[in-house]
């Protein structure tokens, strides 16, 4: 290896600056999705100073992110998520300018300074951070004068790879394709879907739906097909005390022996409350769609956008769309009772207001309403949901 001005220090195949590439950016992915997302802005596992300041030092390095607005930024999208206030919901501001402007849209809100103020709580605030890492433009500056240095002017290619992997991958795919195309394992109250079930390219962050149920967990995996390569890197941290996990995705537990509602049911029912309504859909399924063959709606209403409107909670329709589902259940009491039932249970974990023994009382009441409806996926979800432990 000599130093040239055309080759840099190491002088590779085409396909050897390719390698190169990807590794760098998915050290980058690597380190968003295990310090950025799951250790700071959701406290899911704690990280050894080690890996903790070497992901910091990374990311100035190949993004200018700022640790506090990152978290900031990602906090707020779930407390506002798909609403007004949502800093990049493509439910609200459309696909393509999610997909297109997502780096746009964060740097737009990293100087909200009530964003910053509100959610930003809990991040790094020393020395460096202040004075060096606040400092965006001085660490990817680094990195292309590194880059050029080691590869020569194919340096600046890799550089701007570098540069754009993250609003492209992050802020255009996740924030964008993550809420509006995919598949879904958990009836979660936005839009959020799981890309593929295949979490490599971007460490994890494709499993979204699985996130957004349940945001606290370090594993964004969560059925035996779906791998979360993130995951792994924590596990491989953990088993050598560079890591400690600390919060994961609830198991549900089902004892069929049980036959009576009390405490433990509630609390394993709001806990797996993403999971209960979704086995709610998946059992009512076949029901809905035989009730929507029998009867007739009006011109231009069918059958896919009935049952999206089933599936949905009650305050996300529109007056139009409501109204027109309602006109729909009135010509069909099965498909009304089901659909009745579905908000009430939903209902049981957003009343906050009410005691852990109203709860009860109300679930067990759920329970006795879905025995005497005499619609047999009915009575059979309310076995099941007895035997939740």
Not at 66 to 80: F, G, L, P, S
Not at 180 to 188: D, Q, S, T
């Amino acid at each position: 290896m000599s130093l040239s001005f055309l080759n840099g220090v190491f002088d590779l195949p085409w396909w050897g600056y390719v390698l190169v590439t990807l590794g760098l950016t998915h050290i980058t992915i690597a380190s968003v999705t295990i310090f950025l997302h799951r250790h700071q802005a959701h406290r899911a596992l704690e990280l050894h100073p080690i890996p903790s300041h070497f992901f910091r030092f990374w990311l100035w390095l190949t993004t200018g992110m700022v640790t506090k607005q990152w978290a900031a930024i990602h906090r707020k999208h779930h407390a506002k998520c798909e609403t007004a206030d949502d800093p990049h919901s493509p439910q609200v501001l459309g696909i393509k300018k999610v997909f297109w402007e997502g780096a746009e849209l964060y740097r737009r809100e990293s100087s909200n300074a009530e964003t910053m103020e509100r959610y930003g709580h809990g991040t790094p605030d020393d020395w460096i951070e202040r004075n060096v890492y606040s400092r965006d433009r001085l660490g990817v500056s680094i990195m292309l004068i590194t880059n050029l240095v080691l590869f020569g002017p194919v340096g600046l290619a890799i550089w701007a790879v570098q540069m754009i992997w993250i609003p492209l991958f992050a802020a255009g795919v996740i924030n964008g394709v993550g809420h509006y195309w995919g598949y879904r394992n958990f009836a979660a109250e936005d839009a959020s879907r799981n890309i593929v079930p295949w979490g490599i390219l971007i460490g994890g962050e494709e499993l979204h739906n699985n996130h957004h149920a349940y945001a606290s967990s370090a594993r964004l995996s969560n059925k035996w097909f779906e791998f979360d390569i993130g995951w792994a890197y924590i596990r491989m941290l953990e088993i050598v005390g560079l890591a400690k996990v600390k919060k994961l995705a609830p198991k549900v537990q089902l004892d069929l022996s049980k036959a009576k509602v009390d405490l433990g049911t509630l609390q394993a029912i709001v806990t797996n409350r993403y999971e209960v309504v979704t086995r709610f859909t998946r059992a009512m399924r076949a029901t809905w769609s035989g009730e929507m063959d029998r009867i007739k709606t009006s011109p231009g209403l069918d059958k896919a956008t009935v049952r999206r409107w089933l599936n949905l909670e009650a305050r996300a329709l529109g007056d139009q769309d409501r109204a027109r589902l309602n006109e729909a259940l009135s010509k069909s009491k099965v498909m009304a009772t089901v659909y009745s039932m579905r908000q009430d249970l939903s209902g049981l974990w957003q009343r906050s207001a009410a005691s852990k023994e109203q709860l009860v009382k109300q679930l067990e009441d759920w329970c006795r309403r879905a025995d005497a409806s005499g619609i047999r996926p009915l009575q059979e979800f309310s076995r099941q949901l007895r035997a939740y432990a």
